[in-house]
């Protein structure tokens, strides 16, 4: 089946750590997004990526970093810059021709801060 | 910048009923799309409808209808038959045109109750 897979579901940071989340599809979608939900919001849009080896900021990029290296690939790694990292993670693709472009979600990582 | 404004956050609908979430936003662009998704407790976000702004006719699902008004900005979701599976947070986004990014931009959510 295809589709797109986020692990760990929970995830939980100590102080001072860098913690990475993987987002893994297998739709050939050639743009990949990162998006932060916290309660009482909508997601806020982190980076984004429309091709292999660039990604672009969103947001809310500061604390956060990613690589794209693969197409089926965009890890988000958050680091200890990011002061206020408890939230939930969504990832996203989406194909980069045709319309409209929609983009589709994986089911989320849990992030906790210990 | 684009915005979404979604005035209800919370609302109920009885089962069988009709219920309408209600979105606005704000954009000087004139091609764009519109999204409604649906994400239930299971927090996995699932497309419901999409709207082309260039499109004058209302997009249609099974159950699911938008009133999409481009003069007003609006963008609101019909929901037909409630059924207890509807039950979940309904957010409205925007995606600016293509030259922009494939980004959307989300409203803050309205969570949907629906009483047996």
């Known amino acids: 089946d295809g589709g797109i897979t986020q692990s760990p579901k929970y995830l939980f940071r100590k102080e001072g750590q860098n913690v990475t989340l993987s987002c893994e599809q297998n739709?050939?979608?050639?743009?990949m997004y990162w998006y932060r939900q916290d309660p009482g919001q909508g997601l806020r849009l982190i980076y984004y990526?429309?091709?292999?080896?660039?990604?672009q900021k969103g947001d809310i990029a500061e604390g956060y970093s990613v690589s794209r290296e693969k197409k089926e690939s965009f890890p988000l790694t958050v680091t200890s810059a990011q002061k206020n990292p408890t939230a939930f993670y969504l990832c996203?693709?989406?194909?980069?021709?045709?319309?409209?472009?929609?983009?589709?979600f994986g089911p989320g990582t849990r992030l906790l801060v210990l | 910048a684009q915005t979404v404004t979604q005035s209800q956050p919370e609302m109920s609908v009885q089962e069988a009923e009709t219920v309408t979430l209600s979105c606005t936003y704000d954009?000087?662009?004139?091609?764009?799309?519109l999204f409604w998704y649906k994400q239930p407790p299971s927090r996995q976000m699932i497309l419901v409808i999409r709207?082309?702004?260039?499109?004058?006719q209302n997009a249609t699902e099974n159950r699911f209808s938008v009133n999409f008004q481009k003069a007003a900005k609006s963008f609101s979701l019909k929901i037909s038959d409630s059924q207890l599976g509807d039950a979940a947070m309904y957010f409205c986004?925007?995606?600016?045109?293509?030259?922009?990014?494939?980004?959307?931009?989300f409203g803050a959510g309205t969570i949907l109750r629906v009483k047996s």
């Open positions: 709207q082309e702004a260039y499109k004058q």
């Open positions: 739709l050939n979608h050639d743009a």
């Open positions: 986004a925007y995606r600016p045109p293509r030259e922009y990014g494939n980004k959307l931009v």
């Open positions: 954009t000087s662009e004139s091609d764009y799309y």
């Open positions: 990526s429309q091709i292999v080896n660039d990604f």
């Open positions: 996203a693709s989406s194909k980069t021709s045709g319309t409209p472009e929609t983009q589709y």
